[in-house]
Structure formats: structure tokens, C-alpha cells
């Protein structure tokens, strides 16, 4: 791979992505002739290549999707992200050709569904725009990253109970082929890992929430909770994060910012080591947010989003102290 471009790299793995398991056609057509009652899905933020891929998959996915069609959406996402600014009209105008009607407030799009996607890549203005879809009672599946920052992810989970309004957020990641393989067992007890995944820091979000995530969602999938401490080692091309666990396992994370990167890893078990990753498809994680819709029961935990939150935050307060290592119960 060339020296890491994020827009460039979500745009090919999207495409790529897309192509697997759900449709043989990206031909438009009229959504509303097909959705069911009590199954329209809303989309909120126009500003990433998810909200285009993620619509396409479910509209064009067939029984899979169990009648779900996204019929509205509400553009605004980032107010201020240049490439976000830069794709928002693009990905407008290939959702809309796709049928899918353009509304121009949240308000309105909740009395037109049932669930909603919260897409914009912007994690700041998230907690604004998810309030009053958990005011409505609708399910919710949540973009990563949940939320610029720690305290506003908390916000966001204190909500959803205020209003019984149940939420998930995770990365595509996650649901890694190869990931789930470690995760069901196929070497093992994981006795640690390292993941690898780009890292271009947003100085408007906590550092590794912003693109890293993806790394270090997949590094928890394997790990499971009960991290303890966390090290950070900072340079300009990239970082290198250490976490242990309370029973001694070490998981690590290289973000890159310079040459080469991809999302990947490896996973060292009892019995053998395993790959994890590269990213291939969407189309598990839309699997999941389907029957999270069916069955309002979300498959990633308040619990392990924000623990992931706090090894994030940890990282950086590793960062601004030089590389020392913090005990997650301090954050």
C-alpha cells in the first residue's frame, strides 16, 4: 500500500467492501415500495463513505435484511472537517439517487422511521444528534467513534437509559473474518496480540478515537476486557501503544502515520497463531446492526465501548506524560 491517505483508503476498502455477499446491482429505486412497517431505517450525517456503502448493502440486500430499507435521510454532518466537507456532496447525491429521501432536520427524519444509522464521522456533534432519536424511544447504531471524547460517551450511554433507547457503536473490524475465528476459540485462550492500523490523529478528538479505533476494537474483540495499564510511546509517524491486562496478557497497537498501513494483526493463542484481519467487507457488521433493530439487544456492550474509551484516554494521558504508564482505574 502507498503512504497512508485516510480518505483514499476508505474509498478503496468501501468499494471492495460493498461488492461482498448482499448485492449483484447498485441500480436505484424507489425504497418506499419496499420497506416495512416498523422497519424504515433513517441515516444522520452525509459526510462518509459508510453512510453511501452502508445504505447500498441494505437496500439492495435481499432476505438478509429481513424487510430493513433506509428511506430518509439527514445530511448534515461535520460542520467543519475539511474531507468531510469535501465528500458530504458526493455522498448526498449517490444516497439520494439510490431513492432515499433528503429531509432537512432530525426532527423530521424521526416521524419518517423507525431506526436510525448515526453516521457523520464528525464524533463531536454526536451526542446533540443522537438525544433526540433516544427521546423518541427509536433504536440506534452509533458510527464509530461513539463520541469525540470520553465524557461525551458517557453522556450518550446515560441517555439511551434515561430513554430506554438502546444503542450500539463498533468498528467493521470487529467482525474480521479471521477476528471471530480467534474469538470462537480457533487457538485457544488468546494469550495476547498485536493489531496495526492507521493512525491520523483529528485534534478535535481524543487521539486513537479518531481513526485508530478500528485497530484497537479489533485488539478488545480478541483480548476481551480487564485491561490494567497502558504505555504510550508518541512520534510524528506514528505510536505505539502497550496494554496489560490484569492476568498478564500484553495487546499492543502501532497507528501509522507515515508509509505503508493497513488494519491487521496477529493473535497468539495456546494453540496456535492466527492472523487478524485485513479489513474485506461490511457486510458482517450490517448483519449485526439488522438484528439489533430485530431485537434491540446491542452485541457490543456499554461496558467494553467504554472500556475501549478509557484505554484511549489513558493513551493519551500516557502522551502527555511522557510515555508513563497509567493505570486504567485512574482514568
Not at 441515516?43 to 453511501?52: F, P, Q, R
Request: aromatic share 8%; proline share 5%.
Amino acid at each position: 500500500m502507498k503512504s497512508f491517505n485516510r480518505r483514499s483508503f476508505i474509498k478503496t476498502t468501501a468499494l471492495a467492501g460493498a461488492g461482498i455477499g448482499f448485492f449483484n446491482s447498485a441500480k436505484a429505486f424507489d425504497v418506499s415500495t419496499f420497506s416495512a412497517p416498523d422497519k424504515r431505517i433513517g441515516v444522520i450525517g452525509l459526510d462518509t463513505s459508510h453512510s453511501e456503502v452502508f445504505t447500498k448493502l441494505i437496500n439492495n440486500g435481499g432476505p438478509e435484511m429481513a424487510g430493513y430499507k433506509v428511506v430518509a435521510a439527514y445530511a448534515q454532518g461535520s460542520k467543519d472537517i475539511p474531507q468531510a466537507l469535501k465528500a458530504k456532496p458526493g455522498i448526498t447525491a449517490a444516497v439520494k439517487g439510490m431513492g432515499v429521501e433528503l429531509v432537512d432536520s432530525i426532527e423530521e427524519l424521526i416521524r419518517k422511521v423507525d431506526v436510525v444509522l448515526l453516521e457523520t464521522v464528525d464524533g463531536r456533534p454526536h451526542y446533540e444528534q443522537a438525544l433526540p432519536v433516544m427521546q423518541a424511544g427509536k433504536r440506534m447504531f452509533i458510527d464509530k467513534p461513539i463520541a469525540a471524547t470520553f465524557e461525551d460517551a458517557k453522556k450518550i450511554y446515560a441517555a439511551s437509559k434515561k430513554y430506554n433507547a438502546p444503542i450500539f457503536s463498533s468498528s467493521a473490524l470487529r467482525y474480521d473474518t479471521n477476528v471471530m475465528k480467534v474469538k470462537a476459540g480457533s487457538i485457544g485462550k488468546v494469550l495476547g496480540a498485536d493489531v496495526y492500523t492507521p493512525g491520523e490523529i483529528e485534534p478535535n478528538h481524543m487521539d486513537m478515537a479518531w481513526y485508530a479505533i478500528h485497530g484497537i476494537e479489533m485488539l478488545f474483540t480478541v483480548m476481551g476486557p480487564g485491561c490494567k495499564t497502558v504505555t504510550r510511546i508518541h512520534k510524528d509517524g506514528a505510536d505505539f501503544i502497550t496494554g496489560v491486562w490484569n492476568d498478564g496478557r500484553i495487546g499492543s497497537v502501532r497507528a501509522i502515520r507515515q508509509g505503508a498501513a493497513n488494519i491487521a494483526g496477529t493473535a497468539f493463542g495456546e494453540k496456535g497463531i492466527a492472523p487478524l484481519g485485513p479489513f474485506n467487507s461490511y457486510a458482517p457488521l450490517i448483519a449485526e446492526i439488522i438484528s439489533f433493530f430485530e431485537t434491540g439487544k446491542p452485541p457490543v456492550s456499554e461496558a467494553e465501548t467504554m472500556e475501549i474509551f478509557t484505554f484511549i484516554r489513558a493513551a493519551d494521558m500516557s502522551r502527555k506524560r511522557n510515555g508513563a504508564s497509567i493505570a486504567m482505574a485512574s482514568v
